[in-house]
Protein backbone atom coordinates (compact mmCIF):
# COMPACT_ATOMS: atom_id res chain seq x y z
CA UNK A 1 0.00 0.00 0.00
CA UNK A 2 1.01 3.48 -0.72
CA UNK A 3 2.57 5.90 2.22
CA UNK A 4 3.00 9.41 1.85
CA UNK A 5 4.81 11.52 4.02
CA UNK A 6 5.61 15.19 3.54
CA UNK A 7 8.38 17.57 4.46
CA UNK A 8 9.31 21.13 4.01
CA UNK A 9 7.29 23.11 6.64
CA UNK A 10 8.58 26.16 8.78
CA UNK A 11 8.34 29.40 9.54
CA UNK A 12 8.46 31.58 6.82
CA UNK A 13 8.54 35.52 6.86
CA UNK A 14 4.90 37.05 5.06
CA UNK A 15 5.94 37.41 1.04
CA UNK A 16 8.58 34.46 1.87
CA UNK A 17 8.48 31.10 -0.11
CA UNK A 18 8.24 27.21 0.89
CA UNK A 19 8.89 23.92 -1.00
CA UNK A 20 6.98 21.32 0.21
CA UNK A 21 7.77 17.49 -0.71
CA UNK A 22 5.48 14.78 -0.60
CA UNK A 23 7.90 11.35 -0.45
CA UNK A 24 5.49 7.95 -1.60
CA UNK A 25 6.73 4.66 -1.11
CA UNK A 26 5.28 0.94 -0.87
CA UNK A 27 3.10 1.08 -4.31
CA UNK A 28 3.15 2.09 -7.78
CA UNK A 29 3.14 6.08 -7.63
CA UNK A 30 2.65 7.01 -11.12
CA UNK A 31 -0.75 5.51 -11.01
CA UNK A 32 -1.77 8.09 -8.18
CA UNK A 33 -3.08 11.70 -8.70
CA UNK A 34 -1.86 13.49 -5.53
CA UNK A 35 -3.49 16.31 -3.95
CA UNK A 36 -2.39 19.20 -1.80
CA UNK A 37 -5.14 19.95 1.57
CA UNK A 38 -4.57 22.23 4.42
CA UNK A 39 -6.11 22.83 7.54
CA UNK A 40 -6.72 24.75 10.51
CA UNK A 41 -7.70 23.53 13.94
CA UNK A 42 -11.35 24.03 14.07
CA UNK A 43 -11.57 24.46 10.47
CA UNK A 44 -12.51 22.58 7.80
CA UNK A 45 -9.56 21.32 5.40
CA UNK A 46 -8.99 23.13 2.20
CA UNK A 47 -8.61 21.93 -1.09
CA UNK A 48 -5.23 22.93 -2.08
CA UNK A 49 -3.65 22.05 -5.42
CA UNK A 50 -4.19 18.75 -7.40
CA UNK A 51 -2.21 16.87 -10.16
CA UNK A 52 -2.81 14.10 -12.28
CA UNK A 53 -0.82 11.00 -12.58
CA UNK A 54 2.04 12.25 -15.17
CA UNK A 55 1.83 15.79 -14.43
CA UNK A 56 -0.25 16.78 -17.52
CA UNK A 57 -3.65 17.86 -15.61
CA UNK A 58 -3.39 20.55 -12.56
CA UNK A 59 -5.87 22.65 -10.37
CA UNK A 60 -5.40 24.82 -8.07
CA UNK A 61 -7.68 26.67 -5.67
CA UNK A 62 -8.37 30.35 -6.18
CA UNK A 63 -6.49 31.01 -3.10
CA UNK A 64 -3.37 30.07 -4.19
CA UNK A 65 -3.58 30.69 -8.06
CA UNK A 66 -0.48 32.49 -8.74
CA UNK A 67 1.26 32.20 -5.91
CA UNK A 68 1.50 27.86 -5.62
CA UNK A 69 2.92 25.63 -7.74
CA UNK A 70 2.32 21.67 -8.27
CA UNK A 71 4.21 19.34 -9.30
CA UNK A 72 5.64 15.74 -9.53
CA UNK A 73 8.72 13.67 -10.38
CA UNK A 74 7.74 10.19 -10.94
CA UNK A 75 11.26 9.14 -10.68
CA UNK A 76 11.61 10.21 -7.59
CA UNK A 77 7.88 9.20 -6.54
CA UNK A 78 7.63 12.45 -4.98
CA UNK A 79 5.15 15.44 -5.41
CA UNK A 80 6.09 19.28 -4.55
CA UNK A 81 4.23 22.66 -4.07
CA UNK A 82 6.29 25.41 -4.39
CA UNK A 83 4.58 28.17 -2.11
CA UNK A 84 5.59 32.11 -2.91
CA UNK A 85 4.23 35.27 -1.97
CA UNK A 86 3.06 33.42 1.56
CA UNK A 87 0.45 35.37 3.78
CA UNK A 88 -0.69 34.11 7.14
CA UNK A 89 -3.95 32.88 5.56
CA UNK A 90 -1.69 30.41 4.21
CA UNK A 91 -0.59 29.33 7.84
CA UNK A 92 -2.18 25.68 8.43
CA UNK A 93 -0.99 21.59 8.23
CA UNK A 94 -0.84 20.74 4.91
CA UNK A 95 -1.10 17.25 3.93
CA UNK A 96 -0.99 15.71 0.64
CA UNK A 97 -3.30 12.78 -0.37
CA UNK A 98 -3.78 10.02 -3.20
CA UNK A 99 -6.52 8.20 -4.88
CA UNK A 100 -5.07 5.68 -7.76
CA UNK A 101 -9.26 6.01 -8.84
CA UNK A 102 -9.99 9.32 -9.02
CA UNK A 103 -8.80 12.52 -9.79
CA UNK A 104 -10.89 14.80 -7.34
CA UNK A 105 -11.01 18.06 -5.25
CA UNK A 106 -12.61 15.98 -2.31
CA UNK A 107 -11.26 15.18 0.49
CA UNK A 108 -13.29 12.19 1.27
CA UNK A 109 -12.85 10.51 -1.62
CA UNK A 110 -8.57 10.21 -0.60
CA UNK A 111 -8.06 7.19 1.16
CA UNK A 112 -4.34 7.56 1.40
CA UNK A 113 -2.56 10.54 3.37
CA UNK A 114 0.32 11.52 5.26
CA UNK A 115 0.75 12.66 8.46
CA UNK A 116 1.17 16.15 7.53
CA UNK A 117 3.72 19.04 7.91
CA UNK A 118 3.26 22.76 9.35
CA UNK A 119 3.71 25.74 7.68
CA UNK A 120 3.47 28.92 9.76
CA UNK A 121 3.96 32.60 8.08
CA UNK A 122 4.25 35.30 10.52
CA UNK A 123 6.79 38.77 11.02
Known amino acids: QLQLVESGGGLVHPGGSLRLSCAAS????????VAWFRQVPGTEREFVALINKDGGSIRYAESVKGRFTISRDNGQNTVYLQMTNLNPEDSAVYYC????????????????WGQGTQVTVSS
Open 26 to 33: GGTFENYP
Open 97 to 112: AANEKTYTTLDYLYSL
